[in-house]
C-alpha cells in the first residue's frame, strides 16, 4: 500500500470513529453504561467490515481501540496497560470467512472491564463522579465531608478513604482547588474580591485569601491586577 493510500485510509477510519464516537464510548465505560459502549463499538467493527475490508483498515482500527482502552485504564488508575495484550493478533483469512469472528475478538478486551478489578474501580469513578457534580452544584456552601457522605448514602470514613485514592488529593484539598478555580473565574470575568469570596462560600476575608494565595501563588488582588494588566494590553 502506497504512503497516500494509508492517509486516506486513515481519513475514512476517522469518519468512521471520529474522537467524538471515542469520546462518548469512554464516558459510557466510566459511568457503569457498558451496554451501551459496547453497541458503539459492534457498530464501528460492522461499518468497518462492510465499507473498508482492507487489512490495513482492520490494523489501524484495532490500535485506536487499544488506545481508547488505554484512556480508560488510565481514568481509573490502572497506569499498566497490559489488559491490551488481550487485542488479537488479526488473521485475516479466518475474518474474510467470519466477519462475527472479527467483531467478537476486537470487543473482547472491552468485555473485561465488566469484571474485577475493573469492575470495582469503575464503581469507584462513578463514585467520584457524583461527589464532583456535588461540590461544582454547591460550590458557594460550605462543603463538608459529612454533606456529601450524605448525599452519596455513604459513610463519611469510606469517602475519605476511596476519594484520594482515586484523585490523588484528599477531599478538603479537591474542595479547596475547585472553589479556586471558580473564583478565578470570578475574577477574570470583572466581579470583585468581596463578591467571589461570598460566591464560594467563604465568610471571612482572611481564609479566602490565604486559600486563594496557597492554590494559586498570587493574593486575590494580585491576581486581579495581573488579569486587568493583561486585559488592557491585549
Not at 463499538?41 to 490500535?63: C, D, H, K, M, Q
Not at 470583585?192 to 486559600?211: C, D, P, V, W, Y
Request: net charge positive; proline share 4%.
Amino acid at each position: 500500500m502506497k504512503p497516500y493510500d494509508n492517509h486516506f485510509l486513515s481519513m475514512e477510519l476517522e469518519n468512521i470513529y471520529p474522537s467524538q464516537t471515542e469520546n462518548l464510548v469512554i464516558s459510557s465505560f466510566l459511568e457503569g453504561r457498558s451496554p451501551q459502549a459496547l453497541s458503539v463499538l459492534s457498530g464501528v467493527v460492522e461499518e468497518t467490515i462492510g465499507e473498508l475490508f482492507r487489512p490495513y483498515a482492520l490494523l489501524i482500527l484495532r490500535f485506536k481501540f487499544a488506545a481508547t482502552l488505554v484512556k480508560i485504564l488510565k481514568e481509573l488508575n490502572f497506569f499498566e496497560t497490559g489488559l491490551c495484550a488481550e487485542l488479537p493478533t488479526l488473521d485475516f483469512e479466518v475474518y474474510k470467512k467470519s466477519a462475527k469472528q472479527l467483531k467478537d475478538d476486537l470487543i473482547q478486551p472491552f468485555l473485561l472491564l465488566d469484571k474485577e478489578p475493573f469492575k470495582s474501580a469503575i464503581e469507584h469513578q462513578k463514585l467520584i463522579f457524583k461527589i464532583r457534580h456535588y461540590i461544582i452544584e454547591n460550590i458557594e456552601a460550605d462543603i463538608s465531608l459529612h454533606d456529601v457522605s450524605k448525599y452519596v448514602g455513604l459513610s463519611p470514613s469510606y469517602v475519605s478513604r476511596i476519594f484520594p485514592k482515586n484523585t490523588g488529593v484528599n477531599f478538603k484539598t479537591f474542595v479547596n482547588k475547585s472553589k479556586m478555580e471558580y473564583a478565578k473565574q470570578l475574577l477574570q470575568n470583572g466581579l470583585s474580591i468581596a463578591e467571589a469570596m461570598k460566591a464560594t462560600g467563604f465568610l471571612s476575608r482572611t481564609t479566602f485569601n490565604r486559600t486563594f494565595g496557597r492554590y494559586t501563588g498570587a493574593s486575590p488582588s494580585h491576581y486581579l491586577q495581573q488579569n486587568t494588566i493583561k486585559g488592557e494590553k491585549s
